[in-house]
């Protein structure tokens, strides 16, 4: 049909797309995690024949009978965008036809800057289609276009250049504007689809004003055809779904609205937070609507599959819940009011009448909340919201008071409250309610030569705390080493840059240094001041269980004794990991916060040093190597002795930059070398070149590698370059022996392929990637520190974890961190290309008054570090009796030990997709020292 007025169409130049290449993964040996298989969006989309014109008439064929979707996903997140587009999708037997109905704001006001082809359409109001027909795991096509139609395309396989004949319309209205696109299959390089063939596509949509949105769950960026969405080509015959409504998912009544839904089923299916499924309904249509009542908050996503009655999936969207979890909320603070109104006869007296009237206030607001959350006819979620907002409140006003009185229940005598949190777990200041537990002991497990820390948590009830101090001790049985101790430090607090390159949740105080120098603290009404105690074993420390004390003092309050209690398996883990690492450790920083005595000149070299083997021994500590990616010249070999002794596995030789060969790369080579290779310790040794590069320094790099393996045959090259191919579309895939992507780059298909070609594959993080990858940023959640080491690095079966610095951003602050809990130290630590700071990266240490001081993310480091020991101990465990006889008692271990050996979905499901409850990694690690001591009785011949 001819255009409208402001309908304009562009005709675009042909260029033979690179794209035509299949890639083809090579097989695996093992399962390759998906993060987003179960939620992938799929479409099925009609073929149809009749002759039509081009436009953006929706309601005029192809498009009134083209399959119709929605649900676009807000970016980076799992919720649904709160302005509605549509997506059409048909094709014939030359091209593919799009259609974007982009809802939620006055189409004629649309942003539409760009005005030539291949400009910056992306910041307009604008659609775009990704593509990988051949399902590349790496390589995309890119089409997209403004409110105005003005087009851009790319190809990932050419860096973009790419120009296609296709054509793109558009037309504006106050309600919103539209976009439609016919695309050529032989501009993408395929052939014609046949029934049931089916491509990798995302959907997007981005504007000013109604920000970015993503057909898919776009954890990783709209770039990474691994994740994108299923475009099934249907053939003529297919009935498509259509959908004409969808709302975020939410507690109560639920509505999926097709323009018909005869013919059709849903199939809900709701899931928790750990990913299993806790609902399936399937449903016929009323009125063209499918229903769904949601009465159950545990469910935390909801999937929708619109179903012929053939039992073919025609539509699948996925979208998480957007109302909160607030059943288990419900339930704690019923038994903390409950606790409140027992003890309120434990309150000092004058306090006695205030308590019991907040204790009513409470009650009241508590009735409230059960009024609702028990009264699924009123379930919306409006009145969920109200439950939750209810709830909060109760935090607010009662929650230091809740505190005290579940100390109360325990300690009669308590002046002050006493809690327990997790060592994976953030204890905020203030601001945050405590989330911790109360006992009247505590308990602590761990093996031999391995530490286990918890956090506990001192809470002022009426009045402000003067000198609180922590002592804790454990008595060792009768003849036993030992070698069984117990520290404690104030956790310090680090005040963060409040613009930094992620999203914070909260601008402020953030506890992340642990002040081994302090164990006493004055503590105001309203804070929650954590002490960190770290239970260590040594190698000699017998199994068994082991009996000790924490005392908590203040002024003028009677002491609080609580009962340690620490079980120590019976194995022993060894220095250092079988996890190989690069962690950077620089001297400088560390020799500028300790000059040494002026008045002693010739001391000062001698104190430095000191000072130096200190953070070496820290790292060591820790499990770590004393490393540095970047050194112009090779580390001293009586350091390297050292460290290796203490279990250091992996050390640096130098750094080769990022261009020619250097003459100090040639001389080390030359003569360090050698040197190493004499002190066996060549097997530990690699060369570090080329950081983060892209295609343009890929003959470089491979030039100097080859030199290298010329030069020192059997030295490892390692390269953190940005070659998504592993070598094998640029010519590096000789040159380079360990390749080192991001976390978020990692690719266990290529991964196997490397490692049976004898090469191996790290990973690493730095600045990137951000939520939903771990990371170690202050403000992240601590267990992630724990989990990347751990429980990721071994399900992804790693070969390395590789990190650019431990001790970076130091030259921002002036001296050492001296007090506590509050710190002077600026953590912003490293500028991104933007200009924001990011708080922690780069720095997992602290200058103290008299040496180095850890973090609560370094203390996790090694806590996933040793988590990584239980899971090769248990690994050599299954290998040893997997070659023994089978009797009942080994097949039940070997069942048990593989289920823990693969990390089970309540720990890591994926890369993207983790628990952020330490009960789950305590009671997996629980269960793995369980089976390593029971197989050394199953390894008997007896057995």
Request: proline letters at 7%; charged letters at 25%; aromatic letters at 10%.
């Amino acid at each position: 049909m001819p255009l409208k007025p402001g309908c304009r169409a562009v005709v675009l130049t042909l260029f033979v797309s690179a794209f035509a290449r299949a890639e083809t993964p090579a097989p695996s040996s093992k399962a390759v995690p998906d993060p987003v298989e179960r939620m992938r969006q799929k479409l099925v989309i009609p073929r149809f024949d009749d002759r039509v014109d081009f436009g953006c008439d929706l309601n005029r064929p192809p498009w009134n009978t083209a399959a119709r979707t929605t649900g676009l996903l807000e970016l980076n997140s799992r919720q649904l965008s709160k302005v509605p587009t549509f997506v059409y999708a048909c094709y014939d037997a030359s091209a593919l036809w799009l259609a974007f109905r982009c809802e939620g704001i006055d189409g004629r006001t649309a942003k539409t800057k760009a005005s030539e082809r291949d400009g910056r359409v992306w910041w307009d109001d604008c659609v775009e289609f990704y593509c990988s027909p051949n399902h590349s795991r790496h390589f995309f096509l890119q089409l997209a276009a403004n409110a105005a139609g003005v087009a851009y395309d790319g190809n990932e396989t050419n860096g973009g250049e790419w120009n296609a004949d296709w054509q793109v319309a558009s037309a504006s209205d106050e309600r919103g504007f539209t976009v439609v696109m016919r695309v050529p299959f032989d501009e993408l390089g395929v052939r014609s689809p046949e029934p049931g063939d089916t491509w990798a596509v995302n959907f997007s949509r981005h504007g000013p004003k109604s920000g970015s949105s993503s057909w898919v769950w776009a954890y990783n960026g709209l770039h990474d055809p691994r994740q994108y969405g299923k475009l099934v080509f249907g053939g003529p015959r297919v009935k498509p779904a259509r959908l004409k409504a969808l709302q975020p998912w939410g507690m109560g009544t639920n509505v999926v609205k097709l323009e018909d839904a005869a013919g059709k089923l849903c199939r809900f299916i709701g899931r928790d937070e750990n990913g299993q499924t806790i609902l399936e309904e399937r449903v016929s249509p009323v009125s063209d609507e499918f229903r769904l009542a949601l009465t159950n908050d545990r469910i935390r996503s909801v999937e929708a599959r619109i179903e012929d009655k053939g039992g073919q999936v025609l539509a699948r969207l996925w979208s998480d819940v957007a109302t909160p979890e607030v059943t288990p909320r419900l339930a704690d603070w019923t038994q903390r009011l409950q606790v409140m109104d027992r003890v309120i006869p434990r309150f000092p007296a004058n306090a006695q009448p205030r308590v019991r009237d907040q204790v009513e206030q409470g009650k009241e607001l508590m009735a409230k909340a059960k009024r609702f959350a028990d009264a699924p006819a009123i379930h919306s979620p409006e009145t969920w919201h109200e439950v939750a907002a209810i709830l909060d409140t109760l935090d607010k006003t009662l929650g230091d008071l809740s505190c005290y009185a579940r100390t109360l229940e325990h300690f009669p005598r308590a002046s002050f409250a006493v809690g327990f949190e997790s060592s994976m777990r953030q204890v905020m200041i203030r601001d945050f309610p405590f989330q911790g537990w109360f006992d009247r002991q505590v308990s602590v497990s761990l093996a031999a030569n391995e530490h286990e820390a918890f956090q506990l948590v001192v809470i002022p009830f009426d009045r402000d705390l003067k000198n609180v101090r922590v002592a804790a001790t454990l008595s060792a049985p009768a003849g036993s080493p030992g070698d069984l101790s117990c520290s404690v430090s104030l956790v310090g607090h680090v005040d963060v840059n409040d613009d930094p390159p992620y999203e914070s949740s909260y601008k402020g105080f953030w506890p992340d240094v642990l002040l081994s120098f302090l164990r006493t603290a004055d503590i105001k009404a309203g804070e929650h001041v954590a002490f960190w105690i770290d239970v260590a074993a040594g190698k000699k420390t017998p199994a068994g269980r082991y009996q000790g004390q924490v005392r908590v003092t203040a002024d003028d309050c009677e002491p609080i004794e609580i009962p340690l209690a620490v079980r120590v398996w019976d194995f022993e883990l060894p220095d250092g990991t079988h996890l190989r690492n690069a962690f950077t450790f620089h001297e400088n920083p560390i020799r500028n916060f300790y000059p040494g005595d002026p008045n002693k000149p010739d001391q000062q070299d001698e104190r430095k040093d000191e000072i130096i083997r200190a953070y070496q021994d820290l790292v060591l500590d820790h499990r770590l190597g004393i490393d540095h990616l970047y050194r112009r010249h090779p580390p001293k070999l009586e350091t390297l002795q050292r460290a290796v002794a203490r279990g250091m596995n992996a050390f640096n030789v130098v750094f080769a930059g990022s261009g020619a060969m250097k003459q100090h790369v040639t001389d080390a080579l030359q003569q360090f070398v050698p040197l190493i290779r004499e002190a066996g310790l060549f097997d530990l040794a690699y060369l570090y070149g080329f950081d983060e590069i892209k295609k343009d320094k890929f003959n470089d790099a491979r030039e100097v590698f080859e030199e290298v393996h010329r030069l020192s045959p059997g030295l490892p090259t390692m390269t953190t370059a940005q070659d998504p191919s592993f070598g094998k579309e640029t010519g590096l895939r000789e040159a380079v022996d360990i390749w080192v992507p991001l976390t978020s780059a990692y690719d266990v298909v290529a991964a196997d392929e490397l490692r049976r070609e004898g090469k191996q594959m790290w990973w690493y993080i730095c600045l990137v990637p951000v939520h939903p990858y771990a990371n170690w940023f202050i403000e992240y959640p601590v267990i992630e520190s724990r989990l990347l080491m751990g429980a990721m690095s071994h399900k992804y079966q790693v070969d390395g974890f590789l990190y650019y610095l431990i001790n970076n951003g130091w030259e921002r602050n002036k001296q050492v961190i001296s007090h506590g809990p509050y710190t002077d130290w600026d953590p912003a630590s490293c500028e991104n290309s933007k200009k924001k700071w990011a708080n922690g990266d780069g720095n997992l240490i602290y200058p103290g008054p008299d040496g180095p001081l850890a973090s609560l993310r370094l203390a996790n480091i090694r806590d996933g570090l040793e988590d990584y020991e239980y899971l090769y101990l248990l690994r050599r465990c299954v290998e040893q009796i997997g070659k023994l006889a089978p009797t009942p008692a080994r097949r039940e271990f070997l069942e048990s030990a593989r289920a823990l050996l693969a990390v089970p979905d309540s720990v890591v499901r994926n890369l993207v997709e983790y628990t952020y409850r330490p009960e789950n990694v305590v009671q997996w690690r629980a269960a793995m020292a369980e089976l390593i001591v029971k197989s050394k009785a199953l390894g008997s011949n007896e057995n």
